[in-house]
Protein backbone atom coordinates (compact mmCIF):
# COMPACT_ATOMS: atom_id res chain seq x y z
CA UNK A 1 0.00 0.00 0.00
CA UNK A 2 1.31 3.27 -0.64
CA UNK A 3 1.22 5.97 2.59
CA UNK A 4 0.50 8.89 0.00
CA UNK A 5 -3.49 7.76 -0.74
CA UNK A 6 -3.98 8.17 3.49
CA UNK A 7 -1.32 10.56 4.50
CA UNK A 8 0.97 13.58 3.34
CA UNK A 9 4.46 13.80 2.47
CA UNK A 10 6.51 16.37 5.00
CA UNK A 11 10.05 17.71 4.42
CA UNK A 12 12.72 15.68 2.24
CA UNK A 13 11.57 12.97 -0.05
CA UNK A 14 14.57 10.80 1.60
CA UNK A 15 13.54 11.45 4.89
CA UNK A 16 10.19 9.82 4.36
CA UNK A 17 7.77 11.88 6.80
CA UNK A 18 4.02 11.58 6.51
CA UNK A 19 1.27 13.03 8.28
CA UNK A 20 -1.99 11.69 9.01
CA UNK A 21 -4.67 13.10 6.26
CA UNK A 22 -8.45 12.29 6.92
CA UNK A 23 -9.68 13.62 4.16
CA UNK A 24 -7.43 11.28 2.07
CA UNK A 25 -8.03 8.77 4.33
CA UNK A 26 -12.00 8.67 3.89
CA UNK A 27 -11.44 9.08 -0.46
CA UNK A 28 -9.30 5.33 -0.33
CA UNK A 29 -11.71 4.11 1.99
CA UNK A 30 -14.57 5.29 -0.07
CA UNK A 31 -12.92 3.67 -3.16
CA UNK A 32 -12.64 0.53 -1.44
CA UNK A 33 -16.07 0.13 -0.47
CA UNK A 34 -16.81 1.02 -3.99
CA UNK A 35 -14.82 -1.99 -5.13
CA UNK A 36 -16.41 -4.26 -2.60
CA UNK A 37 -19.75 -3.36 -3.18
CA UNK A 38 -18.96 -4.31 -7.14
CA UNK A 39 -17.05 -7.37 -6.15
CA UNK A 40 -20.96 -8.36 -4.27
CA UNK A 41 -23.16 -7.46 -6.89
CA UNK A 42 -21.14 -9.42 -9.08
CA UNK A 43 -20.67 -12.47 -6.79
CA UNK A 44 -24.78 -11.89 -6.52
CA UNK A 45 -24.66 -11.82 -2.60
CA UNK A 46 -27.79 -11.75 -0.93
CA UNK A 47 -27.85 -8.73 1.47
CA UNK A 48 -31.33 -8.23 2.70
CA UNK A 49 -31.31 -9.57 6.25
CA UNK A 50 -35.21 -9.94 6.40
CA UNK A 51 -35.75 -13.37 4.44
CA UNK A 52 -33.80 -16.61 3.44
CA UNK A 53 -33.92 -16.36 -0.25
CA UNK A 54 -33.00 -19.98 -2.03
CA UNK A 55 -30.20 -19.72 -4.70
CA UNK A 56 -32.74 -20.15 -7.34
CA UNK A 57 -35.27 -17.65 -6.39
CA UNK A 58 -35.28 -14.11 -7.90
CA UNK A 59 -36.94 -10.78 -6.35
CA UNK A 60 -37.45 -7.72 -8.04
CA UNK A 61 -35.81 -4.86 -5.98
CA UNK A 62 -35.77 -1.23 -6.87
CA UNK A 63 -32.20 -0.59 -7.86
CA UNK A 64 -31.94 2.23 -5.04
CA UNK A 65 -32.79 -0.12 -2.32
CA UNK A 66 -30.47 -2.88 -3.25
CA UNK A 67 -27.59 0.00 -4.03
CA UNK A 68 -28.45 0.95 -0.60
CA UNK A 69 -28.20 -3.03 1.05
CA UNK A 70 -24.86 -3.62 -0.59
CA UNK A 71 -23.47 -0.07 0.47
CA UNK A 72 -24.75 -1.36 4.18
CA UNK A 73 -23.80 -4.97 4.21
CA UNK A 74 -19.75 -3.13 2.31
CA UNK A 75 -19.85 -0.92 5.19
CA UNK A 76 -20.24 -3.62 8.13
CA UNK A 77 -17.53 -5.61 6.53
CA UNK A 78 -15.19 -2.73 6.98
CA UNK A 79 -16.08 -2.16 10.32
CA UNK A 80 -14.12 -4.94 10.96
CA UNK A 81 -11.07 -3.69 9.94
CA UNK A 82 -10.87 0.29 10.93
CA UNK A 83 -11.56 2.15 14.03
CA UNK A 84 -15.14 3.19 15.30
CA UNK A 85 -14.29 7.10 15.04
CA UNK A 86 -12.91 6.34 11.75
CA UNK A 87 -16.36 4.17 10.88
CA UNK A 88 -18.92 7.14 11.97
CA UNK A 89 -16.99 9.15 9.42
CA UNK A 90 -16.78 7.33 7.07
CA UNK A 91 -20.77 6.60 7.21
CA UNK A 92 -21.19 10.61 7.59
CA UNK A 93 -18.49 11.22 4.57
CA UNK A 94 -20.34 8.43 2.24
CA UNK A 95 -23.74 9.85 2.96
CA UNK A 96 -25.06 6.17 4.30
CA UNK A 97 -28.72 6.71 5.28
CA UNK A 98 -29.77 5.31 8.78
CA UNK A 99 -30.95 1.92 9.34
CA UNK A 100 -34.45 1.90 9.32
CA UNK A 101 -36.47 1.12 12.63
CA UNK A 102 -38.91 -1.69 12.01
CA UNK A 103 -42.39 -1.13 13.54
CA UNK A 104 -43.22 -3.37 16.28
CA UNK A 105 -47.07 -3.62 16.22
CA UNK A 106 -47.72 -6.79 17.43
CA UNK A 107 -44.71 -7.19 19.75
CA UNK A 108 -44.54 -5.39 23.03
CA UNK A 109 -41.33 -4.32 24.70
CA UNK A 110 -40.81 -6.45 27.64
CA UNK A 111 -39.19 -4.93 31.03
CA UNK A 112 -36.74 -6.89 32.38
CA UNK A 113 -38.23 -6.46 35.57
CA UNK A 114 -40.69 -8.92 34.43
CA UNK A 115 -39.88 -11.72 31.29
CA UNK A 116 -43.54 -12.67 30.47
CA UNK A 117 -45.02 -8.85 30.86
CA UNK A 118 -47.10 -9.83 33.84
CA UNK A 119 -47.62 -9.12 37.40
CA UNK A 120 -47.21 -11.61 39.42
CA UNK A 121 -49.24 -12.00 42.61
CA UNK A 122 -47.22 -14.24 44.96
CA UNK A 123 -46.71 -13.39 48.01
CA UNK A 124 -43.48 -13.50 50.17
CA UNK A 125 -44.67 -16.44 52.55
CA UNK A 126 -45.53 -18.43 49.28
CA UNK A 127 -41.98 -17.97 48.12
CA UNK A 128 -40.56 -19.30 51.19
CA UNK A 129 -42.75 -22.47 50.90
CA UNK A 130 -42.25 -22.92 47.40
CA UNK A 131 -37.98 -22.64 48.48
CA UNK A 132 -38.65 -25.45 51.40
CA UNK A 133 -40.28 -27.79 49.03
CA UNK A 134 -37.78 -27.68 46.04
CA UNK A 135 -35.17 -29.19 47.94
CA UNK A 136 -34.25 -32.16 46.55
CA UNK A 137 -35.32 -35.22 48.50
CA UNK A 138 -32.60 -37.89 49.85
CA UNK A 139 -32.22 -41.09 47.92
CA UNK A 140 -31.84 -44.10 49.44
CA UNK A 141 -28.70 -46.27 48.35
CA UNK A 142 -29.98 -49.04 46.44
CA UNK A 143 -27.96 -52.83 47.50
CA UNK A 144 -26.07 -53.64 44.45
CA UNK A 145 -27.94 -56.79 42.61
CA UNK A 146 -26.49 -59.89 42.08
CA UNK A 147 -25.22 -59.57 38.86
CA UNK A 148 -23.53 -56.10 39.98
CA UNK A 149 -21.72 -58.02 43.47
CA UNK A 150 -20.78 -60.56 40.99
CA UNK A 151 -18.87 -58.11 38.46
CA UNK A 152 -17.26 -55.87 41.93
CA UNK A 153 -15.71 -59.43 43.10
CA UNK A 154 -14.33 -60.00 39.43
CA UNK A 155 -12.57 -56.53 39.53
CA UNK A 156 -11.21 -56.58 43.01
CA UNK A 157 -7.16 -56.81 42.31
CA UNK A 158 -6.99 -56.07 38.76
CA UNK A 159 -5.21 -52.98 37.80
CA UNK A 160 -6.97 -50.13 36.53
CA UNK A 161 -6.65 -48.89 32.70
CA UNK A 162 -4.79 -45.85 33.65
CA UNK A 163 -2.01 -47.46 35.44
CA UNK A 164 -0.51 -48.70 32.09
CA UNK A 165 -0.37 -44.73 31.35
CA UNK A 166 1.99 -44.37 34.16
CA UNK A 167 5.39 -43.27 33.95
CA UNK A 168 7.91 -45.68 35.27
Do not use: C, H
Request: charged share 35%; net charge positive; glycine share 2%.
Amino acid sequence: MDVSLIADRRGDESLNAFIYNEEKTLLWLQTKLERLIAVLKEKNINTSKTVAISANFVKNEDDEDSGVNYMRYAYGMLLDYIPEALATKLAEFIKLPPEPEKSNKRKEIVSPARPNGKKSKVDEEEEDNYEAKSSVPKQDKKTPSAKEQALAKAAKGTKSISSFFKKK
